[in-house]
T-cell receptor
């Protein structure tokens, strides 16, 4: 079965610092990969997705992610974090086109 | 632009009671999903539907039922509430499976006491 791991439960960074959130997946074929963000008390919003092609994908709010097949990873990055980026971030993989399998999430705190 | 609407936002149930969580979308999406979110566990799929009249179990379907009589609505039924069903429930929809963006509702926070 498909699975997604996010090794970091909670990350704290200073405002203006760079950010990298890790995601690893287990999948039997070329996956569709996603990053979602959840602000407190809200639903999830899609940041970016990878289907095929260029392995570096750009998303909203200045985020990007890189697909590395050899490492089964899809890490999310941002060069300079803003206080408004504090939220929970979920990596997800598609389940044979039918639904989404989510990782456990990484909570991001931003220090002023 | 309502998107995905979930009602109620909050609910407290007593053990053994039943209730229906409502979910409606106005985007004419074929696929709809119910997830539950527990701390540190991410989102777990309860049920999903690929179109009106078609539903299928996800990872954690026990204690829940769904129906999909229309494209717009996808209610989730809890028949005999148990404390283990205390969670935040999210409904989502996508136009055509996972190759199209999924839109999420605001969630329903359910507490079973």
């Amino acid at each position: 079965a498909q699975s997604v791991t996010q090794p970091d439960i909670h990350i704290t960074v200073s405002e203006g610092a760079s950010l990298e959130l890790r995601c690893n997946y287990s999948y039997g074929a070329t996956p569709y990969l996603f990053w979602y963000v959840q602000s407190p008390g809200q639903g999830l919003q899609l940041l970016l997705k990878y289907f095929s092609g260029d392995t570096l994908v750009q998303g909203i709010k200045g985020f990007e992610a890189e697909f590395k097949r050899s490492q089964s990873s899809f890490n999310l990055r941002k060069p300079s974090v803003h206080w408004s980026d504090a939220a929970e971030y979920f990596c997800a993989v598609d389940n044979y086109g039918q639904n989404f399998v989510f990782g456990p999430g990484t909570r991001l705190s931003v220090l002023p | 632009n309502a998107g995905v609407t979930q009602t109620p936002k909050f609910r407290i149930l007593k053990i053994g009671q039943s209730m229906t969580l409502q979910c409606a979308q106005d985007m004419n999406h074929n696929y709809m999903y119910w997830y539950r979110q527990d701390p540190g566990m991410g989102l777990k799929l309860i049920y999903y539907s690929v179109g009106a009249g078609i539903t299928d179990k996800g990872e954690v379907p026990n204690g829940y039922n769904v129906s999909r009589s229309t494209t717009e609505d996808f209610p989730l039924r809890l028949e005999l509430a148990a404390p283990s069903q205390t969670s935040v429930y999210f409904c989502a929809s996508s136009l055509e499976g996972t190759n199209t963006e999924a839109f999420f509702g605001q969630g329903t926070r359910l507490t079973v006491v």
